[in-house]
Nanobody, 124 residues
Framework: QVQLVESGGDSVQSGGSLRLSCAAS????????LGWFRQAPEKEPEDVAQ???????IVTASVKGRFTISRDNAKNTLFLQMNSLKPEDTAMYYC??????????????????WGRGTQVTVSS
């Protein structure tokens, strides 16, 4: 059974940093495309970042230069380093895994394994 468990969410002030983790079990992430997504209350879900098995990344424009996606295959864990946080980054953050990777753009529908999310709240 595949499980993805996010952690690291918290309440921080604007300008602060957080590091989210996504621990995987039941799957060896080295062969998977991994992504971070977020959804704020009453808003549409938003892609955040994606990392291929070879380490290539896609980062959405709204967080580019502030967020970094990385993976530790030995620990079977995905990370999202978030710096210079803004109130508009407030959302539930989800990690996801897919056997298929898209190029140039992130497509949530290709992801078939999802975690339950971790809450990030940024106050001004």
């Amino acid at each position: 059974q595949v499980q993805l468990v996010e952690s690291g969410g918290d309440s921080v002030q604007s300008g602060g940093s957080l590091r989210l983790s996504c621990a995987a079990s039941g799957v060896t992430i080295s062969n998977y495309c991994l992504g971070w997504f977020r959804q704020a209350p009453e808003k549409e879900p938003e892609d955040v970042a994606q990392i291929d098995p070879d380490g290539s990344t896609i980062v959405t424009a709204s967080v580019k230069g502030r967020f970094t996606i990385s993976r530790d295959n030995a620990k079977n864990t995905l990370f999202l380093q978030m710096n210079s946080l803004k109130p508009e980054d407030t959302a539930m953050y989800y990690c996801a895994a897919s056997r298929w990777c898209t190029v140039a753009t992130i497509i949530p529908s290709v992801y078939n394994y999802w975690g339950r999310g971790t809450q990030v709240t940024v106050s001004s």
